[in-house]
């Protein structure tokens, strides 16, 4: 939290070294999160240059409450949020999108693997919005329960709620899909 404190600072009085600082360490997290949510690593990858932007034009007036993590963790979060809600008053045409895959797996691998990322990625669209936050915020990023609720500005208890809700969810609509 101190190390944060310090780019920050050094962000604000103009060295550009501690915006790379941040982005670095950063970045992964932030472009999971968003590929995860959008389920589209362009858009992804869009929303974190977005945020980004944002961030440094907000950087001389910020004051966190929060981890900068968590802060940028949640940015992200809301920006996919509202492209979200952007895309579904103007959808664009539909394309069919195949999950990435190594092609250093045998050939009958890669054909479960692709099946099983497709099951979970329909499963985890069929869940409320919240309940996906809370799952790939816990189980994806890594963040704790307090520390979503800190970035959401909501309960532990009801991250809590939003991730169990979610696994249940996800347990029914997946039930006797998935092979081990």
Excluded: C
Excluded at 76 to 89: H, L, Y
């Amino acid at each position: 939290m101190f190390e944060e404190k310090l780019w920050l600072w050094r962000l604000r009085h103009g060295n550009a070294e501690a915006l790379g600082r941040i982005y670095d360490r950063y970045k992964h997290d932030m472009l999971g999160l968003a590929v995860s949510l959008s389920a589209d690593r362009t858009a992804g990858e869009d929303a974190v240059h977005d945020v980004f932007i944002s961030f440094v034009r907000r950087a001389p007036q910020l004051r966190l409450k929060t981890s900068l993590r968590s802060y940028l963790l949640s940015s992200v979060a809301n920006r996919v949020r509202n492209d979200r809600r952007s895309a579904r008053r103007h959808p664009p045409p539909a394309a069919e999108t195949e999950p990435a895959v190594s092609d250093s797996l045998r050939p009958d691998r890669i054909a479960v693997q692709v099946e099983q990322a497709t099951l979970v990625e329909r499963a985890m669209a069929e869940l409320p919005y919240d309940q996906q936050e809370a799952v790939i915020l816990h189980l994806q990023v890594g963040m704790t329960f307090r520390e979503i609720a800190e970035s959401q500005g909501v309960s532990i208890n009801t991250v809590q709620s939003r991730y169990r809700y979610g696994l249940e969810r996800l347990r029914s609509l997946l039930d006797g899909k998935m092979t081990p």
